[in-house]
């Protein structure tokens, strides 16, 4: 198998860490529908919603990734009821800050007063809230830390090159966070699956700064997100549901046990391939890309929140969350709510 790596997760046994308290998310205000964007490149809504599901998305104006990730932070304590200053850890997954140093979530931790916490960031592109999630999980787990503030959260406008049109219709910016606690639930689940495959990562990449010093000046590169769209569309509609199944299996459950499937938001027809490949009901597969398009980082975090607002969370539910992104790195994690 092409994209097939050593996958990692703990075993049967593992029993659930954490629980998840509070969430929330922030949107820019901007709203950029098809039809605009049909005016800056040769582009049409037909076209990006046939191909993509996307109907509009969110563009910063000035909002920052750590602007958007602190909005989004505030809203999953106030939704946990809990004072920033009791939060341990602060992870932010993100492949779009505006700086190199200090990290967002250094940034997000000084915006919203969590001075109590550990803050760093985690880059594994449209996979990282999920990294971030199981890293968290593996903290609260040994007994570390008792409880995390997971952010995934990108500015993507800032690394779009708005002149080509099969990227710049893709994406869009926001932030989804969640607050999670230690649970001591005995029976409920956590488990996760989980890989990378660093010999594909050509196919998705985007340049930060030129290599070059005083003493050595290396080739200009792309400061924006160059991709190969349909060798991604393969990897992710083969890899997805691979690693889905992996998970299950190792859960020793099937499709028909889980009750919502909350994906990373990339093509609608990627989700409905994975679904088809899985045999899952469609229907369990809430989707948000119609008006968020893709936001990478943030994209389950979102439409976790979406899902949790809209009152569809119930305890005792069994929650998938999966995504791909650049890297090639994917992830699925199972959880009991
Ligand atoms: N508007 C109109 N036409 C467009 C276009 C756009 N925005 N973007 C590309 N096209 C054109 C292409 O130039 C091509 O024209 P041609 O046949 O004359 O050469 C045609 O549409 C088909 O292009 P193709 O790339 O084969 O389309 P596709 O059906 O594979 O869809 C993607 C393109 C990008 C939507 C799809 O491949 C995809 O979603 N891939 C995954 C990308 C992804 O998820 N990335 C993020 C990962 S986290």
Redesign the pocket.
């Known amino acids: 198998m092409p994209y097939d790596n050593p996958v990692r997760g703990p075993g049967k046994e593992k029993k659930m860490s954490i629980t998840i308290k509070g969430t929330g998310s922030a949107l820019p205000e901007k709203t950029v529908t098809n039809e605009e964007l049909s005016k800056i490149?040769?582009?049409?809504d037909e076209?990006?919603r046939e191909?993509?599901g996307i109907g509009e998305r969110r563009i910063a104006t000035g909002q920052t990734v750590a602007m958007l990730a602190s909005d989004a932070a505030q809203k999953a304590l106030a939704d946990a009821g809990v004072d920033p200053e009791k939060v341990d850890l602060i992870l932010v997954a993100t492949c779009s800050g505006e700086q190199a140093l200090p990290c967002v979530a250094c940034q997000v931790q000084g915006l919203i007063g969590a001075e109590n916490a550990v803050a760093f960031d985690i880059n594994a592109?449209?996979s990282g809230f999920l990294f971030a999630l199981s890293t968290a999980e593996i903290y609260l787990a040994q007994g570390i830390y008792n409880n995390a503030l997971i952010i995934g959260a990108e500015v993507l406008s800032n690394i779009i090159d708005w002149s080509d049109?099969?990227t710049c219709?893709?994406f869009g910016d926001g932030a989804g966070a969640a607050y999670v606690e230690k649970d001591t639930r005995k029976k409920a689940l956590f488990q996760f699956v989980q890989g990378s495959n660093g010999a594909k990562g050509e196919v998705?990449s985007c340049g930060q700064r030129d290599s070059a010093n005083c003493f050595y000046r290396g080739e200009e590169i792309s400061k924006y997100v160059v991709?190969d769209?349909?060798e991604?569309?393969r990897f992710?509609t083969r890899q997805v549901p691979d690693t889905i199944a992996r998970l299950l299996e190792k859960a020793a459950l099937t499709c028909e046990d889980v009750d919502l499937f909350l994906l990373?938001q990339?093509?609608l027809?990627?989700i409905e391939g994975i679904a088809r490949r899985l045999k899952a009901d469609i229907q369990k597969f809430p989707v948000n890309i119609r008006h968020v398009g893709?936001t990478?980082s943030a994209s389950v975090p979102l439409l976790l929140d979406e899902v949790r607002a809209a009152g569809k969370l119930k305890e005792g539910m069994k929650v998938v969350l999966a995504g791909?992104?650049?890297g090639l790195t994917y992830s699925a994690i199972l959880l009991e709510i």
Do not use: E, Y
């Not at 490149?41 to 049409?44: A, C, F, K, L």
């Open positions: 490149v040769d582009t049409g076209w990006i191909r993509t592109a449209c049109r099969s219709v893709l998705l991709m769209g349909r991604v569309f992710a990373h990339a093509n027809r990627i893709n990478s791909f992104g650049a």
